[in-house]
């Protein structure tokens, strides 16, 4: 059976039960407390915590899912994956257990044609009712059935939903180990497809557990591992899936799979890799430092490692892409739609990482064999954190090398080098939440969620109820209302502040945030008193709130600006948008020319003075899709979404607010335009009267130049050029007369001595300078020169030689010496160093040598 036939199966059987057919969710989570989706439940979270409504009381999918723990053995066992798709089936608060079984069973046997008698099930201890469904309803014998501890009990963490569950295995034979079931058995021949997930418990504080209102199912099968028991192999990638990107990784090596398993383990990991960085990429991850961009950049550089170790030069990135594309474009048609875009994002990291690769790799081998000369057993951690910070190579990379030569990198010293990255990198972590997402989900429970009427004028003030207040530290709490203006932050626009007045005291909002699922928490201060069930009027700052719409309207004029003159690869990876400024980030490889960004000003601005209305549309997803609105990178969309059409050229996914007509924009500038880690670039913008503002600081400066140069505003830029190419020539004078004075300088210390060797102290030469004299004296026919200095408090050393001596290592050598290091050729070296008071040091080590 081949993996279109299996997908094909699997949600049929779900969809004539009833069941929605619920596509793929991003890799990228929506969830803050995860790197990436990690199972098939993951987008479902929100139905199972209550805090938003499913769409359907039954769901199937076939989920995109990233695990990194196991990336360390990806390769060398035949059934570990970092990329997998998870299949499952989901009820809300509909069918339970006996759903679940009946429908897992009828798959199972009927659907997949799996024999019954090589089947068993596990249950957990303290489940007699799924023993007694599996054993009376279903007909299982009772010895295949076998009870486990905490394997077979799920949950969220140390509070919310949780329950047993009973997963189903499949036994491969005796030829793959020992009988006795899944509990007693061989690991590698009873294995587990299928888990089902009771979740029937609400566990509180303390471990307490109370019956949930809802009970729910959740089920997952790996859908690589059922393929793999289908068809009868022993390996996930001795399915269809793997067969083309298998034989790219077989041809990048000129080696056959199967015939070497040292190959074998390097072709598996260049396959794996290859489709799990096409789909991350895909989904909008970059490599990148930190966060996913760093798991995706450590994977990308194992695979090119993996090729490059076993002797291949060949670039990698387009020929997997293309082997995943082959086997997953059918089920992902955005892979073949981006193609090009994953294409050239992966060979950019490609090649900038093979650059790095050769000098890397030269200061671990020299590393890795002093160490091994010495008997020592230790990697040092400053060498691996060099390669880190300086090479590009994860840590986990350097380890693996070295662990091939017996050796273990030294870790505390690593972790020290990396310390400080690390609290900085904490300190930016995002702050709990000043109330638990229990009182949220009781909040939602008891009241709803809270209605947003905020959207244009006439609502920035009004009456409201308040529904609670939570006091937090520092003095500042959180006040919920029953409808509220105050526009909560999301897809980057910040949230409204101002203030909540009532009969007995005031609130002052400082933020706003969509703290559970559509419920409104305004973060401020209160003074007086504030009680539930009292009325009062909200009012957001207006002048605030309209700056802020007039900046996110023009960030879609923006965004849609950028794809028309750069191309439609263009994706937004993050926004901010305040009163103040703008700032989009998006996706592309190079940075803005003048040229692109004064055509994408001239089009946005066109729109402005065009002055179109901005219209917004409710509509289904699909049909938004369909109009061709574009979604912005990191949002959540419902079936139902708010498009806006800004003007002719923007039509976009967005829940914030914005201006009526284009012309309120006024006025969009460019401030800045940065890379922010590979791949990614972010333009800085203002409008309205914050471009004002810039014109005005622009004129100004223009004015004070003008006046410097004694110009007219007109004539700056001539008079300026004028300045420059007179400087050109002051400079060109000076350094002819330098040169003049050098090779006096020279004429005068080669006067001095007869010696074949010439060491000397020099003084007063910055370190161009100083090389240029020990080449000029060494080329009188001296066999090698030693110069030191001091220049502006630093230590210049220059070393020039006819190779009696090695420049390079001798230069190096000296340069230890004051705290500093060097460079060079074998004939002429350069060094510096900031110890001023060991020169004397350096010119007795010259002569030692």
């Known amino acids: 059976m081949e993996a279109a036939e299996l997908r094909s199966i699997f949600l049929n059987y779900f969809a004539e039960n009833g069941h929605l057919i619920v596509p793929s969710a991003s890799l990228i989570p929506h969830d803050p407390s995860l790197l990436f989706t990690v199972a098939g439940m993951v987008p479902f979270k929100p139905y199972f915590l209550l805090e938003e409504t499913p769409p359907s009381s039954r769901a199937v999918s076939i989920q995109k899912c990233f695990r990194a723990p196991d990336i360390d053995i990806i390769g060398t066992t035949q059934r570990h994956l970092t990329f997998f798709e998870m299949m499952g089936n989901f009820s809300f608060g509909d069918y339970f257990k006996e759903g679940a079984i009946r429908y897992a069973w009828g798959l199972i046997t009927e659907g997949f044609g799996l024999d019954p008698e090589r089947l068993w099930v596990t249950v957990h201890h303290s489940d007699d009712q799924a023993e007694e469904l599996w054993r009376d309803l279903i007909g299982i014998r009772p010895e295949r059935i076998q009870r486990l501890g905490e394997d077979n009990f799920w949950d969220m963490g140390e509070t919310g939903p949780c329950g047993p569950c009973s997963e189903i295995f499949f ?35 303390g471990g307490s557990m109370i019956d949930l209102p809802k009970q729910n199912i959740d089920t997952g099968a790996g859908f690589e591992r059922v393929l793999s028991i289908l068809n009868g192999v022993e390996s996930v990638f001795a399915t269809d899936l793997f067969t083309p990107l298998l034989e790219t990784a077989s041809r990048a090596l000129d080696a056959p799979y199967g015939r070497d398993e040292a190959t074998d383990i390097a072709i598996r990991r260049i396959a794996e890799h290859g489709r799990a960085m096409t789909m991350l990429v895909s989904d909008g991850v970059l490599p990148s430092n930190e966060g996913r961009g760093y798991v995706l950049r450590r994977i990308i550089r194992r695979a090119i490692l993996a090729a490059r170790r076993s002797g291949s030069d060949t670039t990698l990135s387009a020929q997997l892409v293309d082997a995943t594309i082959e086997k997953m474009g059918g089920a992902y048609p955005v892979l073949v739609k981006d193609r090009d875009l994953i294409v050239s994002i992966l060979e950019r990291e490609e090649v900038g990482f093979a650059r790095t690769l050769r000098t890397g790799m030269s200061l671990l081998d020299e590393a890795r064999g002093e160490v091994t000369l010495s008997g020592a057993h230790i990697f ?99 006040l919920f209302l029953e409808t509220t203006p105050f526009y909560a932050e999301s897809g980057g626009q ?50 605030r709130r309209d700056a802020t719409r007039r900046n996110h ?181 000076v350094s002819a007369l330098r040169q003049a004075q050098l090779s006096v300088f020279a004429e005068q210390l080669h006067a001095q001595s007869d010696e074949s060797v010439l060491i000397a102290h020099v ?33 210049s050393i220059a070393v020039a030689s006819d190779e009696t001596l090695d420049a390079q290592s001798t230069v190096k050598s000296l340069a230890a010496l004051v705290g500093g290091g060097g460079g060079g050729s074998p004939r002429l070296a350069l060094a510096g160093g900031r110890d001023v008071n060991g020169i004397d040091r350096v010119l007795l080590a010259a002569a030692a040598l």
């Not at 995002?430 to 997402?437: S, T, V």
């Open 494 to 543: 910040v949230g409204d502040t101002g203030t909540f007045v009532s009969e007995s005291g005031r609130f002052e909002i400082l933020d706003t945030q969509n703290v559970a699922g559509g419920l409104f928490a305004h973060r401020g201060r209160l003074t007086g008193e504030i009680l539930p069930g009292q009325v009062g009027v909200a009012t957001i700052d207006p002048h």
């Open 380 to 478: 040092p951690g400053d060498v691996a954190f060099r390669l880190h910070d300086t090479h590009g190579f994860p840590i986990e990379l350097t380890s693996e090398i070295v662990a091939e030569s017996g050796l273990e990198v030294d870790r505390p010293a690593f972790d020290a080098a990396m310390s400080e990255q690390r609290e900085r990198a904490r300190k930016s972590s995002k702050a709990l939440n000043l109330a638990d997402d229990v009182q949220y989900r009781e909040l939602i429970e008891h009241h709803g969620t809270t209605e947003f009427i905020g959207r244009d004028a006439a609502h920035y003030s009004l009456e409201t109820t308040v529904l609670a207040i939570l006091a937090g530290e520092d003095g500042t709490s959180e």
């Open 763 to 795: 003084d007063g030469y910055p370190g161009e300078q100083l090389r240029n004299l020990a080449q000029n004296l060494q080329q009188r026919g001296r066999r090698a020169v030693v110069l030191a200095g001091i220049f502006e408090d630093k230590v």
């Open 553 to 733: 309207t023009a960030t879609h004029l923006l965004h849609s600006g950028l794809r028309t003159v750069l191309g439609d690869h263009v994706r937004q990876q993050g926004s901010y948008v305040g009163p103040d400024r703008l700032r989009f980030d998006f996706a592309h490889g190079a940075g803005v020319r003048p040229e692109e960004t004064a055509e994408i000003l001239t089009l946005v601005n066109t729109d402005v003075v065009a002055n179109e209305s901005v219209d917004t549309i409710q509509t289904s997803k699909a049909d938004a899709e369909k109009m061709g609105a574009i979604a912005f990178f990191g949002d959540k969309y419902g079936d139902q979404v708010r498009v806006v059409r800004a003007g002719r050229h923007s039509l976009e996914f967005c829940g914030g607010t914005h201006v009526d007509r284009l012309g309120d924009i006024g006025q969009i500038q460019i401030v800045s335009e940065t890379s922010i880690g590979s791949n990614t670039r972010r333009i800085e913008a203002v409008s309205a009267l914050g471009a004002f503002r810039r014109s005005t600081e622009m004129e100004k400066a223009l004015s004070s130049v003008a006046a410097l140069l004694k110009a007219s505003l007109d004539d700056v830029v001539p008079s300026l050029e004028r300045v420059f190419e007179r400087q050109r020539e002051i400079e060109k004078e």
């Open 171 to 205: 036994d491969k034979g005796s030829s793959f180990g020992a009988d006795g079931g899944p509990a007693h058995g061989g690991e590698d021949r009873f294995i587990e497809f299928w888990n089902l997930v009771f979740m029937q418990f609400e566990k509180g504080p």
